[in-house]
């Protein structure tokens, strides 16, 4: 078990950058795959960025590659998203959510509010 909070979240203008936080408490945070997803109203809830619990390997989707950095403080417990040159359409609820032993995304985050505005 381990439970995830966001923050970070906020307004922004178009071209600028948001950094987004989610601390983990519970079971060890190094044992969890973690990622971040979003969400808008009406659409299926998609995968912004994922990092591996080993290697620390990362993935992005391709509409946020070279824009969005995912990275961990195993230390702090904590994951981060930064989030550089933000469009209108990365508006949404961003989600932070770690992977269960059988490498489901099993536990997930309230959610924080991303708005950019153009």
């Known amino acids: 078990q381990v439970d995830l909070a966001e923050s970070g979240g906020g307004l922004v203008q178009a071209g600028g950058s948001l950094k987004l936080s989610c601390a983990a408490s519970?079971?060890?945070?190094?044992?969890?795959?973690m990622g971040w997803f979003r969400q808008v109203p009406g659409k299926d809830r998609e995968i912004v960025a994922r990092?591996?619990?080993?290697?620390?390997?990362?993935h992005y989707a391709d509409s946020v590659k070279g824009r969005f950095t995912i990275s961990r403080d195993n230390a702090k417990n904590t994951l981060y998203l930064q989030m550089n040159s933000l469009k209108p359409s990365d508006t949404a609820v961003y989600y932070c959510?770690?992977?269960?032993?059988?490498?489901?995304?099993?536990?997930w985050g309230q959610g924080t509010q991303v708005t950019v505005s153009s």
């Open positions: 959510a770690a992977q269960g032993s059988t490498l489901t995304w099993t536990y």
């Open positions: 519970g079971r060890a945070f190094s044992q969890f795959g």
């Open positions: 990092i591996t619990r080993s290697t620390g390997t990362t």
